[in-house]
């Protein structure tokens, strides 16, 4: 009997402790199964390692069709924020979590898009924090790169992060212990998937 994909994320979330270092047990059920693809092809797939060098460049976001019917969804729109809950190392994370990027307004592709590029999701606003690529520290380990997407709330006007918001801070030092759950309870936001990817930090000789 094949596994359920949208079941499958849980069991990747507990796999490598996303739960509960980042979200509790019992945080959600997931709904939506999207998969996160940057500009060289290079794709997230619940846990695969992938090289900082092709991360480099901010990513698109691809819902899968099984999410359909897609003329429900296409009313939804979403909250797409990703996380470094190892910073600086996972066995020291002080700066838990690393905020790189959150963006709103994340729209399903059109109902008669057909071809693979046309999959990719509509990003109908600018940034809040801009793509932060991964570099985490030489000799800190293992990383988990997490992307967490939320249903924005039901309204006539699109959903915006106010400004001055902290998720505006753009800077190194604005971005650390950031707190996911308690951004999406502050603005009525809903996590209805998740996604991850595994970086291994280089290894330099210490004196």
């Given at each position: 009997?094949?596994?359920?994909?949208?079941?499958?994320?849980?069991?990747?979330?507990?796999?490598?402790?996303?739960?509960?270092?980042?979200?509790?047990?019992?945080?959600?059920?997931?709904?939506?199964?999207?998969?996160?693809?940057?500009?060289?092809?290079?794709?997230?797939?619940?846990?695969?390692?992938?090289?900082?060098?092709?991360?480099?460049?901010?990513?698109?976001?691809?819902?899968?069709?099984?999410?359909?019917?897609?003329?429900?969804?296409?009313?939804?729109s979403y909250t797409l924020a990703m996380l470094d809950p190892d910073a600086p190392s996972r066995a020291d994370p002080i700066?838990?979590?690393?905020?790189?990027?959150?963006?709103?307004?994340?729209?399903?592709?059109?109902?008669?898009?057909?071809?693979?590029?046309?999959?990719?999701?509509?990003?109908?606003?600018?940034?809040?924090?801009?793509?932060?690529?991964?570099?985490?520290?030489?000799?800190?380990?293992?990383?988990?790169?997490?992307?967490?997407?939320?249903?924005?709330?039901?309204?006539?006007?699109?959903?915006?992060?106010?400004?001055?918001?902290?998720?505006?801070?753009?800077?190194?030092?604005?971005?650390?212990?950031?707190?996911?759950?308690?951004?999406?309870?502050?603005?009525?936001?809903?996590?209805?998937?998740?996604?991850?990817f595994l970086v291994n930090a280089p290894e330099v000789p210490q004196d």
């Open positions: 009997m094949a596994t359920d994909p949208l079941s499958s994320i849980l069991s990747a979330l507990k796999r490598e402790q996303i739960i509960p270092d980042v979200l509790p047990e019992s945080t959600f059920t997931p709904s939506v199964l999207f998969s996160v693809v940057f500009p060289n092809g290079a794709e997230v797939n619940l846990g695969n390692y992938m090289d900082v060098n092709e991360t480099q460049d901010e990513p698109e976001i691809r819902f899968a069709a099984l999410n359909g019917p897609w003329d429900d969804a296409g009313e939804a700066y838990r979590t690393f905020r790189h990027w959150v963006i709103t307004g994340i729209k399903s592709p059109a109902l008669t898009a057909n071809s693979a590029e046309a999959l990719n999701a509509l990003k109908t606003h600018p940034s809040t924090t801009p793509y932060r690529p991964p570099g985490p520290r030489p000799n800190s380990g293992l990383h988990r790169y997490i992307f967490l997407l939320f249903q924005e709330p039901a309204s006539a006007e699109p959903f915006v992060i106010p400004q001055g918001a902290p998720e505006y801070g753009a800077a190194l030092e604005e971005r650390r212990s950031w707190n996911p759950v308690a951004f999406a309870e502050k603005y009525g936001l809903k996590l209805v998937g998740a996604n991850y």
